[in-house]
């Protein structure tokens, strides 16, 4: 598998690892709670591993960027449907914002291959 697929599979799952971590950190009620506050540390470790792993083809300005940006929409989307946290207008408009600048980042810098 070329190592550029690689790297993407290994953000991919960064991200994911990021996003439970955070939904765990919710759950772990201000560190009170001990299996969500568990589960968090170790997504988290997951998240910062696999991130680690993606950079090996990677730069880190466009990896950091799409695992901020995409983390940042998926959380978002697990405050709206798992913890029923309503956005508003300028929310919507900013998570947009991210988008943008992730297809940017990702269809349009040179800074990566995409090959």
């Excluded at 953000?11 to 990021?18: D, H, M, N, S, Y």
């Excluded at 792993?53 to 950091?64: H, I, N, T």
């Excluded at 697990?78 to 946290?85: C, E, H, S, Y």
């Amino acid at each position: 598998m070329p190592p550029l697929m690689l790297a993407y599979g290994a953000l991919t799952i960064a991200i994911v690892c990021e996003v439970a971590g955070t939904a765990f950190l919710l759950k772990s009620e201000q560190f009170s709670r001990v299996v969500p506050t568990l589960a968090m540390a170790v997504f988290y470790a997951g998240s910062f591993f696999f991130l680690s792993q993606a950079l090996r083809a990677l730069p880190l300005s466009v990896a950091y960027a799409i695992w901020g940006g995409v983390g940042i929409i998926l959380t978002a989307g697990v405050g709206v449907l798992v913890f029923r946290q309503p956005l508003d207008l300028p929310a919507c408009i900013g998570i947009a914002m991210i988008v943008g600048g992730v297809v940017v980042v990702n269809g349009f810098s040179h800074a990566v291959s995409h090959g």
